[in-house]
Each structure stands twice: as C-alpha cells, then as structure tokens.
C-alpha cells in the first residue's frame, strides 16, 4: 500500500522526517508542494532516506523540480510527476549507502574520525559541579581554623541578644494595631450668588454664574374709567334783546330770519334776528325786531346802542340800532377731562395689566421652569381714550394694549448652578449633605435688555472633611483617652470617636501610623437637593 503524505510549505527536513517516522506502509511517497527547496541538495535527501531505511520503508517523491528530480534519481530514490503515478505500488528505492540495522544503526555507519573520539575522551574525563564542588570543599575543611570556645559562646549571645531585640521591637512597635471610628459632625454654610439668566447661551456657565434663559410674552388688553377732576365755567343761555332797524332806501325792505348783526367795539359779539321783518317805504322808516346771541355765554349781554352793524348785503340797505340793553346770556362749572386725568387712569390700567401679565405669563412656562416676577417687561401697543383735554364730562375712560414679555428660567440648572456654587465654597473632602440644602431668592432682581440678573442664597450643612493621615499622626503612641480627646478637640464630631486597639494590655496607641487604621463614616445620601426658589 502507498501512502502519499503532502508537505506543508513551511515545513523543513527535520518535520517531513518525523512525520515519515510515524508512517506504517511500505511504500511513503512525499508530495512536494511547488517552489520547495528543502530537498534541491543530496545532503537533505540522504537524511530522508536514511530513515525510509531505517523503517524498512520505500521513499519517492512527487514534484516538478528539476534540481529535486536529479538529486533523487542520484540516489535511486523514485521521482513522479502526479500522485496517481505513484499509487500503483510497484517502484522500489534502490540506495547505494550501505543498509542501516534498526538494531543496530551504529554497526552501519563509519567510524568517527579521530579528533572526535579523543574530544568525547576528554569531555568525559572532566568532573562534574558536584565532584569540583565536593573536592573545594574537601580542600576548604583542610585549611578551616577551629574557633576558640569563648569566641563561639560571644557569637551565640550576640545573636540571641540580637533576636530578643526584633522580638521586642516586633511586639511594641509592629505587632500592636489599632482602629478608630470617627463619625464627622455637620457645620452650616451659606453661600450668596448673583445669578445671570442670559437668553443667548444653551448651557450652564459655572465660571461666570450665567444659566440660559427662554423668552416668553403675551399681548393683553383692557378697559378702565376714572371720574373726572377737572372744571370750568360754560356757557349756558343765550342772551336776548331787540333791534330797531331803519330804512335808508325809498322802497320796502324785508328783513328775514336769522339775519345778523353785530357789536362794532371791543370783542365783537354777534346776535341773529329771531322773527322777520319789515321796512316800509321811505327814508327813515323804522322797525323793532326780536334777536337772540349767537353764542351763548354772558358775552351776549351788551349795553344800549352798542348793536350797530348789519351783516351782509342788507347793511346798504338798512342800519340798526340797539334801544336797550341785551339780557339772559348765562354760565354754569361744569366737569371736564384734564391731563392728570389721563396720566391717573393710564398708571391705573398698566397697574392692573401688569398684575394679569404674570398670571398670563405663567400659562406660558414649561415644565420644570419659574418666572422671576421682575423680569416682566410691558411694552404699549396702543391707548384709546374717550374724550380730549379740556372736554367736558364727569367720566375718563382708557382702551389700553400691551405686549408682555418676561424670562424663563430652568428649574434644574437653577439648582445646578446654586449647587456648583455651594460645592466651590465647600471646604476639601467635605462633603454636602442632601437633605439639608434649601434655596431662597433675595429682592431686587434686574432686567437688562435680554439679561436678567437676580440673587440667590443657598444655606446647606456639609460633612467636615477629616484627614485620614492627620489622624494618624495626632493620636500615635497615645492612649486611647487622651487619643479620643484630642481627635475631638481637633475635628467636630457627630459622636465620640471608636477606638479599638490589640492587645488590650498595651495602654498606648502603636507609634506608627501605619499601624492605625481610620475610618470615617458619613450616613445618609450626600448629593443632592431638596429645595427650590
């Protein structure tokens, strides 16, 4: 039977022979893989043949190579072309090296030349570590002096001296240990912070205590009234009277209603005819005609034969005259609208807007946001009033329209801001205590144009910081009393402090701080809050 083994490309001479030393057939045939050169010299094929030999085996190769193809054919080892060559079985390997005893390999082979027999002569004439080792020794015991007895009793009490020593120096010094518990005390702080609500930035800025801020607004409007302060005399009634008109022309002159005539001295007053009139013909003929004042008031109340003048075209035709003197003409104080009228009713309608804006605003927060009242912000979109300065009225009212604007702020970076300021003032490794922290807003927020700048005040209790290394240094080599009083002297504590220290019959704390454990226990959740402005 052959069995065809193929050769790994990586594999050497050295792994190709032992994987032929584990082969069982007769006939091994090695199928080379292309571009192989282990076996292009006879040097490496000899080896392999060899141990074809040794196992009574038959050897070939499968390959291409023309260097390998030469070498075999040299030493009669069968060379093919395809392993389907090689499966017929009938190849032998003929070796022109003598045959090699498997039980007896050495019988086989050449002598060795003689430089190697007399160096594995030699080698094997030399002693070994222990034998040169044994033989120093042998020649040290030889030239060993015997020390005197009383030299070798000073030794043996040196070193027991020597070791009651450590002994000592281990149980005062390594052996005893210690632990304290110390429980930190609470200490209050209160930290005040100006606050910047800034409607331009996106995030939290801790370095110049400025939070981001949302604008909201709303328009409102409004109606008031308001009783009128002001007031002024008014005319009334109007004056009445008669006229006599006289013709100047030769024919009839009819005088119609409502025809006027006027005052020629002073401040003109002006009187209409209330009922016609007629002139007969002739120069100088004369009638008498009832007017009234034009305007009512007492101007209309002028002296005898003041009334001269005739308006219009009937003053060529007629003149007139005024026997007696005009009467009636009146005034009354009535109420009319003043300018603090105005200015009084505007306070008090943008007072009452301002109050529903922030109701109005609130509608518009978010969840989780808060309006500071003084960010709130009315600007006048219009104002109608009834009535003008000076008209008359016993009533004012106002038609008023405002845009309300205020700014959100977040209630969570708020607190994350507060939070950040009261951590900065915190002393180092101290702790805050969550259920202690409340916020509260101080008066006297300011808006400035899309900031609004306003003040906090944060009182919170924090853990006193205790240093493990300072503890150990205080209470070294004391005892546990004095220990405890001076860790309480040192540090405000919630209770006093724990101390156990092994053995119990050493009355002093160890002296090396290594030796001391400190441990400090802090209850309860230490983040957080619990308040909001």
Do not use: C
């Not at 005088?255 to 100088?284: D, E, H, K, W, Y």
Request: neutral net charge; without cysteine; charged residues 20%.
């Amino acid at each position: 039977m052959v069995e065809i083994i193929p050769v790994s490309p990586q594999a050497n001479v050295e792994a190709v022979r032992r994987q032929m030393a584990r082969m069982r057939s007769d006939h091994i045939a090695l199928a080379l893989p292309e571009g192989w050169l282990e076996l292009n010299n006879m040097a490496r094929l000899r080896l392999l043949q060899r141990q074809a030999m040794i196992q009574r085996r038959h050897l070939a190769l499968i390959t291409e190579h023309e260097a390998t193809r030469k070498a075999a054919s040299t030493l009669g080892i069968p060379v093919f072309t395809r392993p389907d060559e090689a499966q017929h079985g009938h190849w032998r390997m003929s070796s022109n090296l003598p045959l090699v005893d498997p039980a007896k390999p050495q019988a086989t082979l050449p002598d060795p030349p003689p430089w190697r027999r007399e160096e594995i002569v030699a080698r094997s004439a030399r002693p070994s570590h222990h034998q040169a080792r044994q033989r120093r020794i042998r020649l040290e015991e030889k030239r060993r002096v015997r020390l005197p007895f009383w030299l070798q009793l000073a030794g043996y009490a040196a070193m027991a001296a020597l070791m009651v020593a450590v002994l000592g120096f281990f149980t005062f010094y390594v052996l005893p240990a210690a632990t304290i518990t110390l429980a930190p005390g609470r200490e209050p702080i209160q930290v005040t912070v100006k606050l910047t609500a800034d409607g331009n930035l996106d995030a939290v800025d801790a370095n110049t205590n400025s939070l981001p801020a949302r604008f909201i607004e709303t328009t409102l409007e409004e109606t008031g009234a308001i009783a009128t302060t002001g007031s002024q005399q008014k005319a009334s009634d109007r004056a009445t009277g008669s006229v006599v008109f006289t013709n100047l022309s030769s024919t009839e002159v009819e005088i119609p209603v409502g025809t006027l005539v006027n005052t020629s001295t002073g401040v003109p007053v002006t009187f209409r005819t209330t009922a016609p009139g007629q002139l007969a013909g002739g120069v100088g003929s004369r009638t008498t005609v009832p007017i009234e004042a034009l305007e009512p008031g007492v101007e209309g109340n002028v002296r005898a034969n003041t009334i001269n003048t005739v308006s219009g075209a009937l003053r060529f035709r007629a003149r007139v005259s005024n026997p007696g003197a005009t009467y009636g003409g009146g005034s009354a104080l009535v109420p009319v609208v003043t300018q603090t009228d105005k200015d009084n009713l505007l306070a008090q309608v943008q007072a009452s807007l301002e109050q529903k804006a922030y109701a109005a605003l609130q509608a518009e927060l978010q969840e989780g946001e808060w309006l500071p009242p003084e960010s709130i912000q009315s600007f006048t979109v219009a104002q109608v009033f009834d009535k003008f300065n000076d008209d008359e009225g016993s009533e004012l009212s106002l038609t008023l329209r405002v845009l309300a604007q205020g700014t959100a702020l977040n209630q969570s970076q708020t607190n994350e801001a507060m939070l950040e300021a009261v951590r900065k003032s915190i002393p180092e490794r101290g702790m805050l205590v969550a259920d202690s922290v409340a916020f509260q807003r101080e008066p006297g927020a300011e808006a400035l144009g899309r900031q609004v700048q306003f003040t906090m005040t944060a009182l919170a209790d924090y853990m006193v910081p205790i240093d493990p290394v300072e503890v150990k240094q205080t209470i070294s080599g004391m005892s546990p009393d004095e220990a405890a009083a001076a860790v309480s002297s040192r540090w405000s504590l919630a209770r006093p402090p724990e101390i156990y220290h092994d053995p119990e019959w050493m009355e002093t704390l160890p002296r090396f701080g290594s030796r001391i454990q400190v441990r400090v226990e802090y209850a309860g959740s230490l983040e957080g809050t619990s308040a909001a402005p």
